[in-house]
């Protein structure tokens, strides 16, 4: 099984191939809509996408943790992260995938 990375240009691409735009097109359509997605993100908003999965920003509170070389310890601060939790349709599919 090889490894490969689906890329902006692979989604224009695939746009392209199913829709009809032009490339020209299909590249601003991808764009368009992950920006929309990373702005809603970055205001707080949940980005909910149907049979696919809900992306959040989540807030860590500060914390003490430990450089696992030296053993000191060292505070990590509060901050924003973006978490990924999968529809469960997703998540049947990609199970169903790894049955060969």
Do not use: C, Y
Not at 50 to 77: D, L
């Amino acid at each position: 099984m090889t490894a490969k990375t689906l890329t902006r240009m692979d989604l224009s691409e695939a746009v392209f191939r199913e829709v009809g735009l032009s490339r020209n097109e299909s590249a601003d359509l991808v764009e368009s809509v992950l920006k929309h997605m990373s702005d809603a993100l970055v205001t707080g908003q949940q980005v909910k996408i149907s049979s696919f999965g809900t992306f959040s920003v989540r807030e860590k509170s500060a914390r003490i943790g430990r450089n696992p070389k030296t053993g000191e310890e060292v505070p990590i601060h509060p901050r924003r992260v973006l978490t990924f939790r999968p529809s469960h349709l997703m998540k049947d599919r990609v199970a169903s995938g790894n049955k060969s």
